[in-house]
């Protein structure tokens, strides 16, 4: 018999290398916050070092701010696409209507087709 490799008793064990992977990553961040902070920051703005510490403090709070940690390290680059995802979901009797709609409104140029 084959023999599952999570046992029902321990439902734990699944999603601890998930945590173990995303604590790894948190401490490379923030590593790598440190590091740059150090290396340019004082040459640029005349601040002073951080410690580790301090960089990983600084990276949380920073991703707490600007953007939640669910959308990857470059969200903005993610939305350009959005219009076109919905250009690709149109029928042609829906396309064609969106373009008489652009020619009646005074827009004569069509959304460009991508491949």
């Known amino acids: 018999m084959h023999e599952h490799p999570f046992p029902p008793h321990r439902p734990w064990r699944r999603g601890l290398p998930f945590l173990l992977l995303l604590l790894a990553a948190l401490l490379v961040m923030g590593l790598a916050v440190h590091l740059l902070w150090n290396a340019l920051m004082p ?34 680059l993610h939305r350009r696409h959005r219009p076109f995802q919905r250009w690709d979901r149109m029928g042609p009797e829906e396309r064609e209507r969106f373009r008489q709609g652009l020619r009646h409104r005074g827009h004569g140029a069509p959304p460009h087709e991508h491949p």
């Open 43 to 76: 040459s640029i703005l005349g601040v002073r070092p951080l410690h580790y510490g301090q960089a990983l403090g600084l990276l949380i709070l920073t991703r707490l701010l600007v953007g939640g940690w669910s959308r990857g390290p470059l969200p903005l």
